[in-house]
């Protein structure tokens, strides 16, 4: 499993200093507000709308979409958009799905693994499979995972490598058969 790291920075405040209070009366210090939790350091990714077509153009939309969701399920648990897309053949799917749950069922955080692809190239469909496979270059930026104490448990580096997503298309949506790449 990997994991990824949020990384903050602090800057000081251009603010002027404000006065300080000339009260003489003992006061108790304000309480201090309770821990939330981490906020995902990725937004949801936008559906494109070339995924309503069912060419070529479509698989390789709903290729790139799925695996821009990874960061986001990672970090959310949010498995709508995902387990929409994925079926019960898809090993990588279903290991992600996995993943995510375990890390936010023990109150661990995941922050980074964002895959980008390019160089996308559609093959031709596949009769068999009924599917078309979208090979692509994929970058995987860094990750970490942290214990719920915010204790480093995982750092996965940055990456690059293939990846072949098949994709089929049901009669209203796409959905994923697989992902292979030469990245673990």
Known sequence: MTGAAMVAGCTASDASPSPTPTSTTASSPEPSPSPTPSEPTVAKPARPAEMDRTDEVG???A???FLSMYAYVMQTGDFAEWD???TDACVFCQAVRTDATEILA???EYAGGEIALSNVEVGDFDDLLRAYPVKASMTLSESVEKGSDGAL???TEAS???VVV???RHPDRWAVLAVVGDEA
Request: aromatic share 4%; hydrophobic share 50%.
């Open 59 to 61: 698989a390789a939309a």
């Open 63 to 65: 290729a790139e979409y």
């Open 84 to 86: 929409a897309m994925t």
């Open 106 to 108: 023990d109150g661990r």
């Open 153 to 155: 448990l995982a750092r």
């Open 160 to 162: 690059r490598g293939t």
């Open 166 to 168: 098949e994709v089929i």
